[in-house]
């Protein structure tokens, strides 16, 4: 028996990358016009941020905390940076998460709903 994805997602694979819902993938195409177009650069997939380091507490080794967004680029009508998050349900991680990045790193996610 096939095991469920836990949003029943369905993964997709464009230019040889392994998107992981096809409303990412499709995101993904959209990107790829506009960077043709001229009207983003620099696009980049699953781009990691360190949000917390790995620490040792009571002997134990803690492993780091990091946020893989979907899409990063720039937006070149107002050269802003621009990290993506394309997914259909705002869990309670990514909440906990687009705080941590927003503190760190000082730029809002853009989040794309269904």
Known sequence: M???????NKKIIIDNIKFDSIK?????????????????????????????DKFKYNNKVERAIHYIADFRY???????????????????????KRKIFLKLYGADLQFLET
């Open 24 to 52: 990412e993938g499709n995101r993904y195409k959209e990107l790829k016009l506009l960077e043709k177009a001229g009207m983003i650069v620099d696009l980049e997939t699953q781009p990691k941020y360190l949000l917390q």
């Open 74 to 96: 720039i937006d070149v009508k107002s050269s802003q940076l621009i990290v993506e998050d394309t997914k259909g349900v705002r869990t309670e991680v990514f909440k906990i």
């Open 2 to 8: 096939k095991k469920r994805n836990k949003y029943n």
